[in-house]
């Protein structure tokens, strides 16, 4: 139900988007990655109805996400890419609402299997 596309390998400073096909997930809509030898982090998220859009500390700024309900689609715009985002970025979704209030960096129920950022240097 979800697909990641659009990873590849870019120079440091360049852009790249990602996007995931969400094919009957309507609700909050997230990007998370996960380096060798980490954990898997949270990187961006959306609401529903692209009202609220939150970003971790390390991409706010240089990172973008938005979503085309018409398309079922959420991308990811990134910009300034440092060589620290290198990555395997997951697109995630919820199967239920949740408000803007809400804590957008968990509670995801269903996950894309994964496009590869790699950034050099």
């Known amino acids: 139900q979800l697909q990641a596309s659009g990873g590849g390998l870019v120079q440091a400073g360049d852009s790249l988007t990602l996007s995931c096909a969400a094919s009957g997930l309507a609700y909050g809509k997230g990007w998370f990655r996960q380096a060798p030898g980490k954990e898997r982090e949270f990187v961006a998220a959306i609401t529903w109805s692209s009202y609220g859009t939150y970003y971790a500390d390390s991409v706010k700024g240089r990172f973008t996400i938005s979503r085309d309900n018409a398309k079922n689609t959420v991308y990811l715009q990134m910009s300034s890419l440092k060589p620290e985002d290198t990555a395997v970025y997951y697109c995630?979704?919820?199967?239920?609402?949740?408000?803007?209030?809400?804590?957008?960096?968990?509670?995801?129920?269903?996950w894309g299997q994964g496009t590869q950022v790699t950034v050099s240097s």
């Open positions: 995630a979704a919820m199967s239920k609402y949740s408000s803007p209030n809400s804590d957008y960096t968990r509670g995801y129920d269903y």
